[in-house]
């Protein structure tokens, strides 16, 4: 559970500095924020049954589970185009270093798949592959906000 929870926070932390992004100009980056919003508000969703916050909802933690799984399959197709806005917060070490950027967004899918939403020890046990695919990516690709 000291797991969990250090996960919870984790990824409630990487939904505030989502949240607090300024908003792009450039349509491609402006679209890139807003997955990472779908992505950011779902694991606060899990993250909240998961530490307690909010009652255990299996029907909501499925859609939270199913939402992080479609937009981390998009990730690969948002980023693909090189745009600079000021207001992104993407390192340039995203294009440079592609299929491990690209690994670290297949590895968020895989860990949203795996979680088994139908419980709340299934969400609790699996925030800590989502919110560790979150950091590693973050804090590789991400420049601090």
């Given amino acids: 559970m000291k797991h969990a929870t ?3 926070a984790l990824g409630l932390a990487l939904v505030a500095g989502v949240a607090m992004a300024a908003e792009a100009t450039d349509p491609t980056v402006k679209a890139r924020q807003e997955l990472m919003d779908v992505i950011g508000m ?3 969703i899990l993250g909240k049954m998961a530490g307690g916050e909010t009652p255990f909802d299996a029907a909501a933690a499925e859609g939270a589970k199913a939402a992080i799984a479609g937009a981390a399959a998009e990730i690969a197709a948002k980023f693909e185009p090189q745009a600079a806005d000021p207001k992104s917060t993407a390192k340039e070490d995203i294009w440079a270093n592609w299929d ?3 690994k670290k967004g297949d590895a968020l ?4 798949e795996a979680m088994d939403a139908t419980t709340l020890e299934g969400v609790q046990a ?6 560790g695919s979150c950091k590693d990516c973050h804090s590789t690709y991400r420049i601090p906000s």
């Fill in 42 to 44: 779902n694991t606060g």
């Fill in 6 to 8: 250090k996960a919870l």
């Fill in 100 to 102: 491990d950027f690209v």
């Fill in 126 to 131: 699996g925030m800590g592959a989502i919110g």
């Fill in 109 to 112: 899918k895989a860990a949203a």
